[in-house]
């Protein structure tokens, strides 16, 4: 079974990569989450991203703020797909130094980027790829995007019932 790992720099991001968390769990994706911090446990970092493939994780989500280098460093050292959640932190500059740092990756060290804050789609993202080789996550992927649309057909009817 393939896994997710969310990892995020500090512990002020939790409330920020709780709904990757949670979109994950919807989908019955098996999760780890840490705290792995680019410049405060550089050895940490190191580890966790020459070796989560070797653990059975087929996806990073990485939320980071500030000057965001996580995801990027994450990226550059792991074979694995990595999604980049910019956070607007307390020091950040209206997390614009997030997205940027996120977001503006070299050549060959590519990191899928959602909107600030945006970890709810970075879940959905790493179940669409592991829904790319698990027809079982594929179809609740496929469930979940129906389950988008009714809900806009509903509020839809019930606008024009008003």
């Known amino acids: 079974m393939s896994k997710v790992a ?7 991001d939790m409330p920020v990569m709780q ?3 949670e979109v994950l769990k919807g989908f019955g994706i098996e999760i780890e989450v840490d705290i792995v911090s680019a410049h405060r446990t550089p050895e940490k970092l190191f580890d966790f991203s020459q070796n989560a493939h070797t653990r059975g994780i087929s996806v ?3 939320g980071a703020g500030g000057a965001a280098h996580l995801p990027g460093m994450v990226a550059s ?3 694995l797909p990595v999604i980049g959640v910019p956070v607007k932190s307390s020091n950040s500059i209206d997390g614009w130094d997030s997205i940027l740092s996120i977001l503006q990756m070299p050549g060959g060290v590519p990191v899928a980027t959602v909107a600030l804050n945006g970890a709810k789609n970075a879940g959905i993202l790493a179940a669409q790829i592991i829904g790319s080789h698990d027809k079982n996550i594929l179809d609740k992927v496929i469930q979940y995007k129906l389950g988008l649309k009714e809900s806009v057909i509903i509020a839809s009817e019930s606008l024009l019932k008003q």
């Open 77 to 79: 050292m792991s074979p």
């Open 19 to 21: 709904e990757a968390i």
């Open 6 to 12: 969310i990892i995020m720099g500090s512990i002020s």
């Open 60 to 62: 990073v989500i990485a």
